[in-house]
T-cell receptor, first 111, second 114 residues
Framework: QKEVEQDPGPLSVPEGAIVSLNCTYS??????FMWYRQYSRKGPELLMY????GNKEDGRFTAQVDKSSKYISLFIRDSQPSDSATYLC???????????FGTGTKLQVIP | NAGVTQTPKFRILKIGQSMTLQCTQD?????MYWYRQDPGMGLKLIYY???????DKGEVPNGYNVSRSTTEDFPLRLELAAPSQTSVYFC?????????????FGPGTRLLVL
């Protein structure tokens, strides 16, 4: 079993839709949860991070962590064509441990 | 402020050839990383460094070597290229403030080994 599982997609939605991207994980020691966005032929860039359980909102983006279910989500409201990218979840247990990345979900927002 | 830069952007190698992938960051970050990204496989850590003169292996170090003589530079060396090393290579750096890891990635080097 992989430490972090992420549906590869592709996920195709119309402009303006609410998008839900998800990851599950198996390591209960993970405490820091991150979402990276990667445009085609570019390096990943950090979008959001959360610590432990709960929600965090930043503009149209909301990150949610449910540690009891070992499940994290990224919601994108009012999706735009410019949101078309691959979204990678990432997590670590803190204490200077390495970051574990998901395989990424490819999102396409159709105008 | 250029962030993390990588050269070359693309390279074709023949089996058995060697090359060095260059990585430079201008953010004075102590932590630097090399990843490879294969389709459907996510980012795999090859090597990392916590400061000049200190390097350590990641998940998939075989066939690669690194050095870190300065804070800014972290080159990755492939000695005997194999088709299995065909991938996209990303360098990243991190200020590592506390336990939260915010990594800044370069644009990547696409390598094809034939």
């Amino acid at each position: 079993q992989k430490e972090v599982e992420q549906d590869p997609g592709p996920l195709s939605v119309p402009e303006g839709a609410i998008v839900s991207l998800n990851c599950t994980y198996s390591n209960s020691a993970f405490q820091y949860f991150m979402w990276y966005r990667q445009y085609s032929r570019k390096g990943p860039e950090l979008l959001m991070y959360t610590y432990s359980s709960g929600n965090k909102e930043d503009g149209r983006f909301t990150a949610q962590v449910d540690k009891s279910s070992k499940y994290i989500s990224l919601f994108i409201r009012d999706s735009q064509p410019s949101d078309s990218a691959t979204y990678l979840c990432a997590m670590n247990s803190g204490g200077y441990q390495k970051v574990t990345f998901g395989t990424g979900t490819k999102l396409q927002v159709i105008p | 402020n250029a962030g993390v830069t990588q050269t070359p952007k693309f390279r074709i190698l023949k089996i058995g050839q060697s090359m060095t992938l260059q990585c430079t960051q201008d953010m004075n970050h102590n932590y630097m990383y090399w990843y490879r990204q294969d389709p459907g496989m996510g980012l795999k850590l090859i090597y990392y460094s916590v400061g000049a003169g200190i390097t350590d292996k990641g998940e998939v170090p075989n066939g690669y070597n690194v050095s870190r003589s300065t804070t800014e530079d972290f080159p990755l060396r492939l000695e005997l290229a194999a088709p299995s090393q065909t991938s996209v290579y990303f360098c990243a750096s991190s200020p590592r403030k506390g336990a939260l890891e915010t990594q800044y990635f370069g644009p990547g080097t696409r390598l094809l080994v034939l």
